[in-house]
Structures are given as C-alpha cells and as structure tokens.
C-alpha cells in the first residue's frame, strides 16, 4: 500500500474549496473578537472571546483545544472518517489548533489558529513545511472531508504562504457562524 505520509502534487485549484475562501483577519476580528497578542509564538487566549475555547477535546483521533463550534466539527468530520477510512483516521497526527500568534509570512496579522478555527495535520514523522508546493497523501485523502464540514485548505494559498497542513473554517463557514450567534441573542 501507498505510504499516507508520501508528498504528492497538490490538486489544481478548481478542484478543492468548492464555495469556501480562506477566512479574513477583518471578518475573524468582527464575528470573534481580539484573541489576545499578537504575538510571534503562541499566547494565551484572553477576553470574552476565552469562554468559547474547549481545552483538551478528544475528537477522535486525538485531543485539541479550540473553538467550540470548530471541535464539535472536528468530531462530525473525523467521525465519518471513521467509517469511510479507517487506515486514515488510525494513522492522522496533529500539529495543533489553538495558538494566539502572528501569522508567520505576516506578522501584521493574526494566524487563524489564534481563535482555535485552524488545524495543522500530518503522518508520519514530519509535518510538510509551509512554502512547499506538495502534500502528503493522507492529508489530500482527508481534504474533502475538511470541505465537506465548511473547512479551506490551506493547499490553495498561493506562493511562499501555500501550507498543504493546514485547514481553517472557511469564510462562508465563520460568517454563517455570525448568524447563529445572532440567533441565540434574539
Ligand atoms: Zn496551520
């Protein structure tokens, strides 16, 4: 069998994200609030916006700590894949969701891990650096899950930012998010 953690090419853009763009700092800060400092390495999370943060969530496969509603998707998602392939879900390592800190190609701005809606995965022993136009054979076999559950992956970004690990919730996703929130208020 195919090794899970081979780099392959990663597929043309019409194929993945169907629907979904790459979150903005701008609409993160509006719908979520300041996660803390902006800081190079991760920080703790602070303000109103800690209450939302589950610490230490087992969502299938492993634990994380991140936004409430991204740890229940991450149960949804990994839980179908589960049923769908089981090699994957045995064999899937995560590098981390919730980090309060600049993003590294821009420390201007917020990584979308800051608010625990991001998640970097891996197989095997290495994680693929951000920069490097290839991903690894497990991660491709999960991206469709990820965009199924309203999660962009980060293959899309272009140039030097592309991060074939990395999937955060989507734009469509945080703003349909901003609705449900404005639901429970009424
Ligand atoms: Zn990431």
Not at 12 to 38: D, F, I, Q, W, Y
Not at 162 to 171: I, K, Q, T, W
Request: hydrophobic share 35%; proline share 5%.
């Amino acid at each position: 069998m195919e090794n899970l953690q081979d780099l392959i090419p990663i597929p043309a853009k019409e194929l993945m994200n169907k629907g979904l763009s790459a979150a903005r700092e701008s609409t993160m800060l509006r719908v979520l609030g300041k996660p803390g400092a902006l800081s190079r390495d991760c920080s703790d999370p602070t303000g109103p916006f800690k209450k939302r943060i589950k610490f230490g969530v087992n969502v299938g496969p492993f634990k994380v700590s991140g936004l409430d509603y991204a740890v229940e998707s991450l149960k949804q998602l990994f839980d179908q894949v589960k049923q769908e392939k089981p090699d994957v879900y045995n064999a899937v390592k995560t590098e981390g969701v919730l980090c309060v800190r600049a993003r590294r190609t821009n420390p201007a701005r917020y990584s979308n891990h800051s608010w625990g809606t991001a998640i970097d995965i891996y197989f095997g022993r290495k994680t693929v650096a951000q920069g490097v136009q290839q991903t690894q054979r497990g991660v491709y076999l999960l991206f469709p899950y990820f965009n199924n559950h309203g999660w962009y992956w980060g293959a899309e970004f272009s140039g030097d930012s592309v991060d074939s690990m990395h999937f955060e919730l989507a734009e469509e996703t945080i703003l349909k998010l901003k609705q449900l929130q404005q639901l429970k208020k009424k």
